[in-house]
């Protein structure tokens, strides 16, 4: 028994030691050959549904919820590999634009960089207010001596996103931005965005900021959901009026704001 036990001893450690020596192996062979490089991606409400939420290689701006007639987008890359000990220049093409380089939009620049020792950059896309008709621009990040593509693509759920790819979409137009969701705010309009940064006193930039104080959503919300009872107290004539399709019959309301059937229409069909 003695000698089978030792026997058996021996047999696992030569197989823990050939699958060890594999492993190690194989983990060497995933840094061979050139780091990819790729844009970070968002996380984020899918095609405008809050109910479903999913990584998008998207940035969308809005000129209306900046107070600028120009504005640095950053575009934010990291790499698929190991960090070095010196700088990596890289290179990014413009696949698809619409609109006017130098009237909506600044060239890009011919080359960009990877700080050594570092595992992201950032590249600034500058773009102007110019019209409100709505520019896209879909950058692309090409291979090099430094960085290949082999690892562009990630699949998540039934969707594949080509991680070399990053689309800008930006207006002078007011449109609603990120931060806004419905349940705290409802429909999205002019008039309203308007009441709301006055009444809570908000830098607009704030809307698309990364982050979104925690009281904007419950606090403010509150606080003029109760400024807009108080003026439907009042009758129809002291409530507040929003010529917005999705306003209710011409006034303006929140969650919790109720527009009573007795109302007459804001704007009367003949006016």
Not at 95 to 120: H, I, R, S
Not at 199 to 221: C, H, I, K, R
Request: aromatic residues 14%.
């Amino acid at each position: 028994m003695k000698m089978y036990n030792c026997s058996l001893m021996i047999f696992l450690l030569a197989i823990g030691g050939l699958l060890l020596a594999s492993c190690e192996k194989k983990e060497v062979m995933e840094y061979e050959g050139l780091d990819g490089i790729y844009f970070d991606v968002q996380y984020g409400a899918a095609h405008g549904d809050e109910s479903v939420w999913a990584r998008q290689n998207y940035t969308y701006v809005s000129f209306g919820t900046i107070e600028a007639e120009e504005a640095d987008i950053t575009m934010k890359v990291g790499i698929a590999g190991s960090v070095k000990d010196y700088d990596r220049p890289f290179r990014v093409k413009l696949e698809e634009a619409t609109g006017e380089e130098g009237v909506d939009y600044a060239p890009l620049e011919e080359e960009y960089t990877l700080p050594a020792n570092k595992a992201e950059a950032a590249i600034p896309v500058r773009i102007f207010r110019h019209g409100t008709a709505k520019n896209k621009l879909v950058l692309r990040i090409v291979p090099n001596e430094y960085f290949t593509q082999a690892l562009s693509l990630k699949v998540q759920d039934e969707d594949t996103l080509d991680m070399t790819l990053k689309t800008l979409i930006f207006t002078s137009k007011l449109t609603q931005p990120k931060n806004w969701y419905d349940w705290a705010f409802g429909y999205f309009s002019e008039a309203k965005y308007k009441l709301v940064n006055e009444l809570g006193n908000m830098d607009p930039e704030v809307w698309n900021a990364t982050s979104f104080p925690s009281q904007y959503y419950y606090q403010l919300p509150l606080f003029i959901t109760n400024y807009l009872n108080s003026k439907i107290a009042g009758g129809p004539e002291s409530a507040l009026k929003d010529p917005d399709p999705q306003s209710t019959r011409g006034y303006m309301t929140f969650p919790d704001v109720v527009i009573p059937s007795s109302f007459p229409d804001a704007w009367p069909k003949d006016e």
